[in-house]
DNA sequence: GCAAATTAATGATTTATTCAAG
DNA sequence: CTTGAATAAATCATTAATTTGC
């Protein structure tokens, strides 16, 4: 019996196929009710959760460039090699194996693309016999119309699209996997242990205490 | 009349008072339900969200040690100026203006240090008139005892004490404030346009569709 | 004294890096 | 070795301090 109920998310053909899709048409950072919406059209596949489609959405993207960055320096140490050695200092400083800061393709907008896509969309070839088209229509009404957000940003006004999160999680509706017995580990792994802080209570706050 | 309400949190001396004496006792990163906590705590002075202390704690981290790594390096060039020249190379490559992983003070534990702590806690002088007690046993109470968490992680059983998160918003009591009548900007400033994409769907996943 | 202009702090996001499961 | 998860570093952006000319 699954005993060991497996840490990770484990994406279900389906969902990979259906997130690459997405990141081709051009999705980088869906926000919070993107992902929400995202993340119940995929339950429908296997069980997921919001963080795994932000999490995934990050790391393709950064490994998608980090793909890209690594062949173009291979292409610029090759043609290094092919020079003369004079012209090999001229870096030295700043980049020395991972070029900081390249014009790379990145998400250019926080939402969804609103340009035309691909009107095939996923419908190549059916890899799957699943009913695609549950999927399908989710999706592209995700892309086109459907947001009711952008004025039920509840809290603050500020839309906060991404960044942090937690508090209240979000859908205890599709996992129901039990805690692993861990031993309640105060130290986890890296007990660095004396604390050895620096801090200093430097300058009492600035702005007192407005309702603003 | 405060029409712009002035989108970003501004803590108020009390709050700023009471989370940097948490970091000095040891607090570094709070998990989800801490942070909760701290929030509801917290929010008797003034308006604060659950983002707001998971960010104050990375900034503060982050800054602390950036301060710190900054005086070593001072130090480093003092020394490196009052040597003979010959002894100035020996770098030349890796760190060469941030020293990228030096030992640190870090946190240590992902929840709160169970050593005890001043027990004085911000009882010095009573900088405030405020009833300073109220915050006080409550931040006690979170240092000492009264987790009940840790059993209670609803979703996955993966604590994901933090990183990412979103989905639903925890406390719209606090904040009450309108989004600001933003013109729905959908190309913020860096319209990189092209999409330019480099994707491939690269292999299909491994762990089929598995209930696990 | 006071605003406009500049600079410094710091809240909020994004990107890079690291860890660890499989 | 791939990749989900998590953390740290870098960056952006806004607000407060501070300076400067009047």
């Known amino acids: 019996m699954p005993q060991v109920p497996s840490t990770r998310w484990c994406p279900t053909p389906e969902q990979l196929m259906i997130l690459e899709e997405m990141y081709r048409t051009g999705v980088r950072t869906p926000n919070a009710s993107q992902i929400q919406q995202i993340t119940s059209h995929l339950s429908y ?3 997921i959760e919001g963080k795994n489609v932000f999490y995934w959405f990050q790391n393709h993207k950064a490994r998608e460039r980090q793909k890209l ?3 173009l ?3 610029q140490q090759q043609q290094q090699q092919s020079m003369p050695p004079f012209s090999q200092h001229s870096f030295h400083f700043h980049n020395l194996e991972d070029g900081h800061s390249l014009p790379l393709p990145d998400d250019s907008s926080q939402l969804f ?3 035309q896509m691909h009107p095939q969309f996923l419908q190549h070839e059916g890899g799957f016999q699943e009913p695609a088209s549950h999927g399908l229509d989710l999706l592209r ?3 086109t119309g459907g947001n009711q957000e952008e004025a039920t940003s509840s809290s603050n006004g500020s839309t906060w699209p991404c960044g942090c999160e ?3 999680l979000m859908d205890p509706s599709f996992g129901e996997r039990r805690p692993p017995p861990k031993t309640l580990e105060l130290f986890p792994t890296t007990s660095t242990g004396g604390l050895k802080d620096e801090c200093s209570i430097s300058k009492s706050s600035s702005c007192s205490a407005s309702t603003n």
């Open 166 to 168: 937690w508090m209240t």
């Open 113 to 115: 693309y609103g340009h």
């Open 141 to 143: 009404r995700l892309e």
């Open 45 to 47: 596949y296997g069980k």
């Open 69 to 71: 960055r690594r062949r």
């Open 73 to 75: 320096t291979k292409q």
